[in-house]
């Protein structure tokens, strides 16, 4: 069983900061793709970022030069990091990873629960 577990969510100021995580767990053999995802109230989920084993990156367009996304793969973590928050920042941001398990010659997606990130005075 493969789990995805966010941390990081809650109540930020605009102009705050923002640093989510996202650890993978379970019978992984290989990570290649993780990314970032939100989807804002009556809107569909997008892409924020994504990020390759070997440590390229792909930015939404709409995303670029306001989000960093890394990741340690020694921990099987991804991480998303935003300064200077804006309201139109608010979401439930979901982890999305591509591995493969022990055993499989396939990968599939898995995807974390969700945080929800709240950007308010």
């Known amino acids: 069983q493969v789990q995805l577990v966010e941390s990081g969510g809650g109540l930020v100021q605009p102009g705050g900061s923002l640093r989510l995580s996202c650890a993978a767990s379970?019978?992984?053999?290989?990570?290649?793709?993780m990314g970032w995802y939100r989807q804002a109230p009556g809107k569909q989920r997008e892409l924020v970022a994504a990020i390759r084993s070997g440590g390229s990156t792909n930015y939404a367009d709409s995303m670029k030069g306001r989000f960093t996304i890394s990741r340690d793969n020694a921990k099987n973590t991804v991480y998303l990091q935003r300064n200077s928050l804006k309201r139109e920042d608010t979401a439930v941001y979901y982890c999305?990873?591509?591995?493969?398990?022990?055993?499989?010659?396939?990968?599939?997606?898995?995807w974390g629960q969700g945080t929800q990130v709240t950007v308010s005075s």
């Open positions: 379970g019978r992984i053999r290989s990570i290649d793709d």
């Open positions: 999305n990873a591509n591995l493969k398990q022990y055993g499989s010659y396939f990968s599939s997606d898995y």
